[in-house]
T-cell receptor
């Protein structure tokens, strides 16, 4: 079956550190991957996406890496700030299908 | 550009009642998806609509239903509420048929007592 899962439920970092959040997926047919950030009391916020024909994509302070060989996705946040504290979800999608979400990783940033 | 708007933000209902939640997608977005979020189960897909047609449906009982109107606004209905239906219900909209760049609303927090 298909599944998207996260390796670490909680990640604690110091302000200014770089953070890496990991995600494993099992469906090799997935075409598209997305990272979302969810703060308490809010809906998930789109951060960055990547298509399966890419292995890296960069945004503002964030980089997503896709390793299709081992079915692994990661989100790197540079110079992590307290405002980055949230739950981060990875999600995968296939054409005309629906988003399947992982369980989420809590990122805690200490000042 | 306004984001995805969900109403109401909070609801308290009693067991056995029914409830209707509303979602207004981002202007121009034709795809609307609904998700249920609970601490134990995470984000679970309910249904997805594109141009008024239900294209995908998750593994939820028939008490959960939805529809999409010609202006892309969507509603979901839950009948005969159970305590376990207490959750955050999230709506996401996308401009593409492929659900790329899906944007979420703030959600409706439903509490069943």
């Amino acid at each position: 079956g298909e599944s998207v899962g996260l390796h670490l439920p909680t990640l604690s970092v110091q302000e200014g550190d770089n953070s890496i959040i990991n995600c494993a997926y099992s469906n090799s047919a997935s075409d598209y991957f997305i990272w979302y950030k969810q703060e308490s009391g809010k809906g998930p916020q789109f951060i960055i996406d990547i298509r399966s024909n890419m292995d890296k994509r960069q945004g503002q302070r964030v980089t997503v890496l896709l390793n299709k060989t081992v079915k692994h996705l990661s989100l790197q946040i540079a110079a992590t700030q307290p405002g980055d504290s949230a739950v981060y979800f990875c999600a995968e999608n296939r054409r005309y299908s629906t988003l399947t979400f992982g369980k989420g990783t809590m990122l805690l940033v200490s000042p | 550009k306004a984001g995805v708007t969900q109403t109401p933000r909070y609801l308290i209902k009693t067991r056995g009642q029914q409830v209707t939640l509303s979602c207004s997608p981002i202007s121009g977005h034709r795809s609307v998806s609904w998700y249920q979020q609970t601490p134990g189960q995470g984000l679970q897909f309910l249904f997805e609509y594109f141009s008024e047609t239900q294209r995908n449906k998750g593994n939820f009982p028939g008490r959960f239903s939805g529809r999409q109107f010609s202006n892309s606004r969507s509603e979901m209905n839950v009948s005969t509420l159970e305590l376990g239906d207490s959750a955050l219900y999230l709506c996401a909209s996308s401009s593409t048929e492929w659900n790329t760049e899906a944007f979420f609303g703030q959600g409706t927090r439903l509490t069943v007592v």
